[in-house]
């Protein structure tokens, strides 16, 4: 038994944390911010920017296999990582590029290999696709079934299921409307709403049936969901390390107001849950990579993947937004301005906190997993 | 060079033999019916049996030295032996605050004489000790001790004065451990030494009185003189804070409050709401609100395990985690006071009934556990102090 982060997920995340503490500081996240003040279209990717320095790093990749340029990373060895690119409130599509489509990519072509029915033009766009992550050269997003928001606005591809099929569209010549910018509360965010009736879906854009791919696609959706919540327990340490400085050097009545006990109180409270929705991230992180012994029966229902992700993405909602609301209060109307940093990490809670599933809404999965 | 380390959830053969073996004894030994309260005259009696045959299994310290009746298991070991115990619905552990909170204090600072003379006995539940840290005037605020013990050269020792409070099963105990000002002059923490007194002392009056829960385990100790020697004085004279902080630090963390009594409740918890005194089949739809209180517990059960496994690690890998272990008795107390309350919900208004009536459910022990997890954000340091601790030490907030 060793529940910790590996050596080389370690290393890997503190890596991570040095990078984006010179490529990505709050000055970063708010560039996009003011972007969005003209247009939500994605800020070009430059090549003294974040995403470069993480292409280079081999974070974007990390989770393909080898044989197709990746390092063939298992998720549980990205969860770290994930928390890092969390506690920056970095706004390129690293997570969901990443984590999410890249290893489907990967999947997906295993799946259309063995099936052997799809059209030569997806297959290429497949191959295109896997060689765009391996070079950095473009975002790729999975489209969820339902009419939730596409979490990368412009994406170079987009993974989309319509119609019992699962078709690889290249974003970079969609068809009018058919992903639709939306403004977010978060100002780096840049979300989409997707409309697949613009879509020019058919035989040439399909890589398989739904059922063929039902495995791979839910990993995928799983996949989500735990790096959501890791981004989240990310997102928390600035926002409690904001604000332990701030309450340290701001006085009242003589005193520092964090030597108050009502501060004092709220903080440790939420330093409490936060801590506490850690270990569930990590150990879902671990399930999904199917790290030997989660199929141990002594687990019981949390050695259910379902439960295991659904449990990691309530805490960590939770917990997320309880830090924010703990750091709005102790830095009182400082916090309530967009000149301090604190709202950069808070929008960002409010909005993933929710995203890939609040905690009600995880919290009725697993009630029905523990009470049918 | 170093070895990769990597993340591993798999217990490994010996654990798993060791986890076997637990469990079949226990399903072999422990008793149908629940025994009566440890808390009172005759359930503790009932207890002590329950103990005896523990030790005589070397399954009442697993954790200790085979010399002293142990088995040597390591943490990840008393682990799995807790999950287990628990799991299987045994008796509350009577010794506990011997074995748990004086026995690691006796491991780091006793004498070897010390240790051969009281280890084995504690194991053996021959010996049962309870905890002397409260006063009258000290709570909270522990250093506010007033008891006193004065140098009697003459005799070799000390003679103690003063009086000890809420000492949990004072009245059925045979020793005490605690904390007595032996430096008048010294402010606070300091000219405090940690003895260890036999209650039945001449110059030791012990009254007990009733619990919140109805049962008599509590007690006050009075001290008028009483004599104890140099060889009941554990570490340095004067140096008594520094001593009971390392028996303070294990009632917080990990020694006393194992995972796996939460996950026990927590899977009970469960049971319940699906059984027909709770909310029967469909749950979820007959009260999501209720269905939704259940999963938060078993939720945060589930966090408290995984939180203990990491720290666990940290500690096997020498990271220890100092204060945050009062993150650790945060969790497991307002858990405990969460089960307890979600349960009485689903119960309704048979929730009041108690043992002795017959529309009770489970005898009323799901109010008794309640009335039990109550005091849980008391004792031990109250969670007002942990949380203190929490943003002073681990946060680094300014003390004033």
Not at chain 1, 115 to 132: F, I, N, T
Not at chain 1, 142 to 153: H, K, M, S
């Amino acid at each position: 038994m060793r529940f910790a982060l590996s050596d080389d997920g370690l290393g890997f995340a503190d890596a991570v944390r040095d990078a984006l503490g010179s490529v990505a500081p709050p000055a970063h996240v708010r560039r996009w911010w003011d972007a969005a003040e003209t247009s939500l279209v994605t800020p070009p990717f430059t090549g003294d920017g974040p995403w470069q320095a993480l292409v280079d790093m081999g974070v974007v990749s990390a989770c393909l296999p080898g044989d197709v340029g990746g390092a063939g990373l298992r998720f549980v060895e990205m969860v770290g990582v994930c928390e890092e690119l969390g506690a920056a409130a970095l706004p390129e599509p690293v997570v969901a590029t990443a984590v999410v489509a890249a290893p489907l990519l990967a999947d997906l072509a295993q799946i259309v290999d063995g099936v052997g029915e799809a059209s030569p033009e997806v297959v290429e766009a497949l191959e295109q696709a896997l060689d765009d992550v391996v070079a950095g050269a473009a975002a790729v997003a999975v489209a969820p079934q339902d009419d939730t928001l596409v979490e990368c606005a412009d994406a170079g591809w987009l993974l989309v299921e319509a119609d019992g099929g699962l078709h690889l569209v290249d974003g970079r010549s969609l068809p009018a409307n058919a992903l639709v910018p939306q403004r977010s509360v978060d100002g780096a965010r840049r979300v989409a709403r997707l409309d697949r009736a613009h879509l020019d879906l058919s035989a040439a854009t399909q890589l398989c049936g739904t059922g063929e791919a039902a495995t791979a696609w839910v990993a995928a959706r799983r996949r989500a969901e735990v790096a959501c919540a890791a981004q989240l327990v990310g997102l928390g340490r600035p926002m409690l390390a904001l604000t332990v400085d701030y309450v340290n050097q701001r006085r009242q009545f003589g005193v520092p107001v964090g030597s108050f006990q009502a501060v004092k109180h709220q903080l440790a409270d939420a330093a409490l849950h936060l801590e506490f929705a850690v270990p569930p991230v990590r150990f879902a992180a671990a399930v999904l990579s199917g790290v030997e012994g989660t199929e141990d029966a002594e687990w019981g229902p949390l050695g259910e993947p379902q439960v295991a992700v659904s449990t990691a993405k309530a805490a960590a909602s939770d917990a997320a937004e309880q830090v924010a609301a703990a750091a709005l209060q102790c830095h009182g109307a400082i916090g309530y301005t967009v000149e301090h940093d604190l709202h950069l990490y808070m929008k960002r809670t409010w909005a993933l906190a929710r995203s890939h599933g609040d905690a009600a809404t995880h919290r009725s999965i697993v009630a029905t997993h523990l009470l049918r | 060079m170093r070895q990769t380390r990597r993340v591993e959830l798999r217990w490994n053969d010996t654990e798993r033999d060791f986890r076997d073996e637990c469990r079949s004894w226990l399903s072999d030994h422990v008793p149908s019916r629940p025994l009566p309260s440890g808390d009172t005259a005759e359930g503790f009696a009932a207890h002590l049996e329950w103990e005896q045959q523990l030790f005589e299994a070397r399954w009442a310290v697993v954790s200790w030295p085979e010399r002293y009746g142990g088995r040597d298991a390591s943490l990840w070991e008393w682990l799995i032996f807790e999950e287990e115990y628990y799991r299987a619905g045994a008796p509350q552990r009577v010794t506990q605050n011997g074995i748990f909170l004086l026995a690691p204090t006796l491991f780091e600072f006793g004498t070897p004489e010390q240790q051969n003379r009281f280890l084995p006995r504690m194991a053996a539940a021959e010996d049962l000790w309870c905890q002397g840290w409260s006063e009258p005037e000290a709570g909270s605020d522990l250093a506010g001790i007033r008891s006193r013990a004065v140098r009697d050269e003459e005799a070799g020792g000390w003679r103690l004065s003063g009086q000890k409070t809420w000492t949990t099963r004072g009245a059925f105990c045979t020793h005490l451990f605690g904390l007595f000002r032996t430096d008048p002059e010294a402010e606070r923490h300091k000219g405090l030494t940690y003895f260890m007194v036999p209650l039945d002392a001449e110059g030791v009056t012990v009254r007990g009185f009733g619990r919140l829960d109805g049962d008599e385990g509590f007690a006050e100790v009075f001290f008028d003189g009483a004599f104890v020697g140099d060889d009941m004085v554990l570490g340095e004279v004067d140096r008594g804070w520094s001593v009971a902080m390392a028996t303070t630090s294990s009632e917080r963390g990990l020694t006393l409050r194992a995972p796996g009594r939460f996950t026990a409740s927590a899977s009970r918890l469960v049971d319940l709401a699906r059984s027909r005194d709770g909310l029967g089949d469909g749950s979820t739809e007959r009260s999501p609100v209720l269905a939704d209180e259940v999963t938060r517990a078993w939720m945060d059960a589930q966090a408290y395990r995984l939180y203990t496994l990491a720290d666990v690690t940290d500690i096997v890998e020498g990271r220890p985690p100092g204060a945050r272990s009062s993150l650790n008795k945060l969790w497991w107390s307002e858990l405990d006071v969460h089960i307890g309350r979600t349960a009485l919900d689903l119960l309704g208004e048979r929730a009041e009934l108690v043992e002795g009536a017959e529309e009770a459910v489970a005898g009323g022990a799901w109010m008794k556990a309640y009335q039990f997890a109550l005091s849980g954000p008391i004792y031990a340091g109250t969670n007002e102090i942990q949380r203190n601790i929490v943003a002073e030490r681990v946060l680094g907030l300014p003390r004033r």
